[in-house]
Nanobody, 114 residues
């Protein structure tokens, strides 16, 4: 499985961005897709988990502002980010899980300015 993340960029605080994660290869084997982010000097953290399972969990830091959706025909998962804050600045990654193996996309940079 290969994952291609895109949609990052520079946005002012309060603005919105939509990230995309397109999967290719053995997509029928994917058990779950999740979004993570990693800010400079910080550990990678989950921002949207277990998308394929039908239930998506969000951490409190993004709950109510971030929403995931899927386009099955395009094998693409989206992360809609609204009301962005400077602390949302990070490289955002999508990750697919097939049984016990994880596959990561290359990441897309989101920068939120004051």
């Amino acid at each position: 499985v290969q994952l291609q993340a895109s949609g990052g960029g520079l946005v002012q605080a309060g603005g919105s961005l939509r990230l995309s994660c397109e999967a290719s290869g053995s997509t029928f084997s994917i058990n779950a897709i999740e979004w993570y982010r990693q800010a400079p000097g910080k550990q990678r953290e989950l921002v949207a988990g277990n998308i394929i399972g039908g239930f998506t969990n969000y951490p409190d830091s993004v709950k109510g502002r971030f929403t995931v959706s899927r386009n099955y025909a395009k094998n693409t998962v989206y992360l809609q980010m609204n009301s962005l804050k400077p602390e949302d600045t990070a490289v955002y990654y999508c990750k697919a899980r097939i049984f016990q193996d994880d596959y990561w996309g290359q990441g897309t940079l989101v920068t939120v300015s004051n």
